[in-house]
């Protein structure tokens, strides 16, 4: 074995970082481009179902709630670019591969926001799921990847927090309010279980992801942590769960089977707003390019002048 690559080695074993300088495996910077390209694109096309609501909120409140939401959504994106800009990408090239379809981001955003429910739905379900999958990224092998996550995660928490309270209000309302809250529980819990990514024997990247350390726990286990944790949640709201075979055994909450026809339905580009999703997305980085030629210019003027 090479010395490089038993330094690398002694670092994984060590629980030790990597960092941006050190030597690495190319299969390791393959690995971390795309999980990292990935979860940046999520945060940024995510921002589209929520922000549709905030001209729409019931209160100027949840309004401000809201914007501020989707606003740390766009600087999740921000910081996991940079993060992968330190293995010497593009992030033009990251957004380019976004925009052609090459690089994909979470199913659960392929999914439309029918009802102002669907706003908590999406705080208590989605970025609930979101943060039992990315706290133990907090300690992940690769050092810019992990540091971006710490912040990430406590906003994640917030947000969490924020749609627990917004569908408790509605559960605890109206007889119509509390229909519209579990509507939106019934339509987003088995996206939210299909986050965590396909089956453990059916996963392609998670043995190698996990024996380089970038994570820490596979789709399975982080899927079953989500559920024991949501499921008393969900009785605190006053809300079921939409699952008939959920039932309490040794230990953990078992529950049923996942339509994962529909999850490589999604992923492969038929979801419901699949098309719309990446046409938004698009649009708005067209409509961008004045910004960024703008801020080139600008640079360019100052280095010169320098």
């Not at 987003?188 to 396909?198: E, I």
Request: aromatic letters at 10%; one cysteine or more.
């Amino acid at each position: 074995m090479n010395r490089p690559q038993q330094q690398f080695d002694d670092l994984i074993a060590a629980d030790e970082r990597i960092e941006p300088r050190d030597w690495m495996p190319e299969g390791y910077r393959r690995t971390l481009i795309r999980q990292m390209a990935q979860h940046a694109h999520s945060e940024i096309i995510g921002m589209q179902p929520e922000a549709n609501w905030i001209t729409r909120a019931p209160s100027l409140r949840r309004k401000a709630i809201l914007i501020a939401k989707v606003q740390d959504e766009a600087g999740h994106g921000l910081y996991l670019y940079a993060a992968a800009e330190t293995l010497g990408v593009r992030r033009e090239d990251l957004l380019d591969a976004l925009h052609t379809g090459r690089q994909r981001y979470s199913s659960i955003f392929n999914y439309p926001t029918l009802t102002w429910a669907d706003v908590g739905a999406i705080g208590w379900l989605v970025d609930g799921a979101a943060i039992v999958n990315q706290v133990p990224i907090c300690r992940s092998s690769y050092g810019p990847y992990a540091r971006a996550m710490v912040r990430i995660c406590k906003e994640e928490s917030f947000h969490q927090r924020q749609g627990f309270e917004l569908l408790h209000t509605l559960a605890h309302g109206t007889p119509e309010q509390h229909a519209m809250a579990q509507d939106a529980v019934d339509r987003w819990w088995w996206p939210s279980l299909m986050m965590f990514g396909p089956p453990d024997a059916e996963s392609t990247h998670g043995e190698q992801s996990m024996a380089w350390k970038i994570k820490r726990h596979s789709n399975d286990e982080l899927r079953q942590r989500f559920v024991d944790m949501t499921v008393p949640q969900a009785s605190a709201l006053g809300l079921s769960l939409p699952d008939p075979s959920l039932r309490f055994e040794a230990g953990h909450w078992v529950y049923g089977e996942i339509d994962w026809d529909e999850f490589a339905q999604v992923l492969a580009g038929n979801g419901p707003c699949n098309r719309q999703r990446l046409e938004h997305r698009r649009a708005a980085h067209d409509d961008g390019a004045w910004v960024r030629e703008a801020a080139d210019a600008y640079a360019a003027k100052h280095e010169a002048a320098a």
